[in-house]
Structure formats: structure tokens, C-alpha cells
């Protein structure tokens, strides 16, 4: 069971980039979300979807996009990178409702120079 | 109000010791609150979660702590190993999505 699987574990991206951070799960939950967590901080919810097709911004949306076209994937865009996104990401997903475990993927690296 | 607030932000104690990590929150709609602990290099892992109705669990050396009226919360780790060293964020859960508000983490090293 593999959980949580994020790729890739480390990127360097140029300022004004793009590119896409892959999350899937085989765990069947119906809920993902993408966190940041920047050095020595605590994690801020990026987006998080509670089922394919449906996506919402969570409280660091900004230069970010998200899709949910299926139950197992939920990438993260960046669009034109900024040295602001210099981040570790982490993917997550739950079954949802109260009480439920969020497992997180290894995280993705994130360097923008 | 979302934020959560942790405190200390970094813990040393000696093999054996207690180790005590506390958090504040002012949303009262939060509805669930799981510490997780996290290893360099790793993901969150939860560790320990309690629900506002339940003002102590305990699992193992791991005991949380909650105070409704107050809105706080702890985590003690009783009999702290050397394995235990690690990042340690308390958070606090809104929304049937489950959606996690996170503290600002412990950086904890208990020495042998």
C-alpha cells in the first residue's frame, strides 16, 4: 500500500516557470489538499478538494492552480514562479469527516531562483 | 480567527524527561485537534487526536491535554526517548473536508 505518493521529492525552478507537482493516492479517499510549509513555520493549506471535480482555495491560493479530473490525482500548478513559492509541499488526503487521519506524502522541495 | 498558536518553539530534554508542548486557538468551530509528528525528511504522521468533548486521552507516553473554556490544548510525552526527537505541530481541524489549520511546530531533541 503506498499511500501518498508526491513527485518529484526536489525541483529548481527559474523565476517565471512552470511546472506541475504530482499527488496521487490508492487509498480511495474522496478528500486531497496541498499544504506549504516553509522553513521553521507550520503548514498553510494551499487548495483541497473533496471529491473529483470539485476544488476549493484554502488560505495560500495565490499563484497556484489545482484540477481533480479523477479520485486518485490531485496536481498542483504553479504558474510563473516566484522566489515566494520556495517551499516544501506537502500532498494529503483523508476519508473526510470529522475524526479522520490526514496521511501526507514525502513532500516536494521546491527551490525558485 | 484560524490561526492556532504553539509554544516553545524549541524543546531540549534529558532521556526520561517530560516533554510538554502547548497550543492556543480562538475559532471555536474547530471540531477535532491531532498533533502530528514529523521526522526531517518526512511527511506529518499523526500522532495523537482528541475531540473537544474530551478533556484527556492517553496513548502510551503520548497524552493530550484539552481545555475547552480556555482553548488550549497540550501534548505531554512522558518518558521522552531519543527517537522521539522530532517536529511535533499541533493543529485543529474545520469543515467536513477536514481541513487542517496547523501550528507554527516544536522542534523537540531529547538527549541520551
Known amino acids: 500500500n503506498a499511500g501518498v505518493t508526491q513527485t518529484p521529492k526536489f525541483r529548481i525552478l527559474k523565476i517565471g516557470q512552470s511546472m506541475t507537482l504530482q499527488c496521487t493516492q490508492d487509498?480511495?479517499?474522496?478528500?486531497m489538499y496541498w499544504y506549504r510549509q516553509d522553513p521553521g513555520m507550520g503548514l498553510k493549506l494551499i487548495y483541497y478538494?473533496?471529491?473529483?471535480?470539485?476544488?476549493d482555495k484554502g488560505e495560500v491560493p495565490n499563484g497556484y492552480n489545482v484540477s481533480r479530473s479523477t479520485t486518485e490525482d490531485f496536481p498542483l500548478r504553479l504558474e510563473l514562479a516566484a522566489p515566494s513559492q520556495t517551499s516544501v509541499y506537502f500532498c494529503?488526503?483523508?476519508?473526510?469527516?470529522?475524526?479522520?487521519?490526514?496521511?501526507f506524502g514525502q513532500g516536494t522541495r521546491l527551490t525558485v531562483v | 480567527q484560524q490561526q492556532v498558536k504553539q509554544s516553545p518553539q524549541s524543546l531540549i530534554v534529558q532521556k526520561g524527561g517530560i516533554s510538554i508542548i502547548n497550543c492556543a486557538y480562538e475559532?471555536?468551530?474547530?471540531?477535532?485537534f491531532p498533533w502530528y509528528q514529523q521526522f526531517p525528511g518526512k511527511g506529518p504522521a499523526l500522532l495523537i487526536a482528541?475531540?473537544?468533548d474530551v478533556s484527556e486521552k492517553k496513548e502510551g507516553r503520548f497524552t493530550i491535554s484539552f481545555n475547552k473554556s480556555a482553548k488550549q490544548f497540550s501534548l505531554h510525552i512522558m518518558d521522552s526517548q531519543p527517537g522521539d526527537s522530532a517536529t511535533y505541530f499541533c493543529?485543529?481541524?474545520w469543515g467536513a473536508g477536514n481541513m487542517l489549520t496547523f501550528g507554527g511546530g516544536t522542534r523537540l531533541m531529547v538527549k541520551p
Open positions: 493543529a485543529a481541524s
Open positions: 475559532n471555536t468551530a474547530f471540531d477535532y
Open positions: 482528541i475531540r473537544p
Open positions: 487509498m480511495n479517499h474522496n478528500y
Open positions: 478538494s473533496v471529491g473529483a471535480g470539485i476544488t
Open positions: 494529503a488526503s483523508s476519508l473526510g469527516g470529522m475524526d479522520t487521519e490526514a496521511f
